[in-house]
Nanobody, 124 residues
Framework: QVQLEESGGGLVQAGGSLRLSCASSGPTFMSMAWFRQAPGKEREFVAQASRSGSKVFYGDYADSVKGRFTISRDNYKNTVSLQMNSLKPEDTAVYYC????????????????WGQGTQVTVSS
């Protein structure tokens, strides 16, 4: 059974940084992404990266994180990371790593393997 394991969440003050990492125990997926879910809200797309042969195509980011978050992917190590800078209280959520077969997708429905999530809390 393929598993995604996230790490790196925690508590940080507004303006601070955190780095999330996700490692896959399975094959190399076409797309790997980060989603997040805040209390009382639906899970939403954050960022994604797709592979093209041995290369990586970095797709779009959610408007709310553009310029602050950076996704990176290592096809050989089968990992994906999310560097989060200039964090805001509204970034507080459970962050999920996801993997799926659709190139460049931002749709939650196109991801069929999910990690258990890691909590990120940003204090004001």
């Amino acid at each position: 059974q393929v598993q995604l394991e996230e790490s790196g969440g925690g508590l940080v003050q507004a303006g601070g940084s955190l780095r999330l990492s996700c490692a896959s125990s399975g094959p190399t997926f076409m797309s790997m992404a980060w989603f997040r879910q805040a209390p009382g809200k639906e899970r939403e797309f954050v960022a994604q990266a797709s592979r093209s042969g041995s290369k990586v195509f970095y797709g779009d980011y959610a408007d709310s994180v553009k310029g602050r978050f950076t996704i990176s992917r290592d096809n050989y190590k089968n990992t994906v990371s999310l560097q989060m800078n200039s964090l805001k209280p509204e970034d507080t959520a459970v962050y999920y790593c996801a993997a799926g077969p659709i190139y460049g997708s931002k749709s939650i429905d196109d991801y069929n393997v999910w990690g258990q999530g890691t909590q990120v809390t940003v204090s004001s």
